[in-house]
């Protein structure tokens, strides 16, 4: 007896973990959108009642990033704060091809984090690497939070 309840107790903390594990339908990082709503995963944007049919493809997650940051940009009139993400060898690769994708096709991506979305974001002007970051401008009131998720993700997947 004592060693079912042991088993059972067992059993149920590993079930636990793979269910905290998958909580989440996408990974934190940039995805395009789908082609057609049924081919998509679809995610609710953070602030408003839009529903985004997400490509399931993975574009640039958080395994191409190496480090994040929240740095002030002093812009003319209004110093911002912005979550600033170093990408690895491979996300600056793969940075530059969706760059050239969007530059030609006039896609947009989008920033998921916890299976919402937090910012829409296309291309204008050179699609030239400068550094390898990216620049993620979301509302203040959820920038924390993120920054410390992703913190905490890219930690646990390097």
């Not at 009139?77 to 050239?100: A, C, D, Q, Y």
Request: net charge neutral; aromatic share 10%; hydrophobic share 35%.
């Amino acid at each position: 007896m004592k060693y079912s309840i042991f088993a059972f107790l067992f059993l149920s903390c590993i079930s636990l973990s793979f269910t905290e594990q998958e909580k989440f339908k996408l990974k934190t990082g940039f995805y395009f959108l789908a082609e057609k709503e049924r081919e998509g995963e679809l995610i609710k944007d953070v602030d408003t009642e839009d529903i985004f049919a997400v490509d399931r493809t993975e574009v640039l997650t958080i395994e191409d990033f190496s480090s994040v940051q929240i740095i002030k940009k002093n812009f003319k009139t209004n110093p911002l704060n912005i979550i600033e993400v170093k990408l690895t060898k491979s996300g600056r690769n793969k940075w530059l091809n969706i760059k050239k994708r969007m530059s030609k096709s006039g896609e947009s991506i989008l920033f998921i984090c916890q299976d919402r979305v937090y910012l829409e974001k296309s291309i204008s002007g050179s699609n030239e690497i400068k550094e390898s970051e990216i620049l993620i401008l979301v509302d203040p009131k959820y920038q924390q939070n993120i920054f410390e998720i992703m913190k905490s993700e890219i930690s646990d997947s390097h």
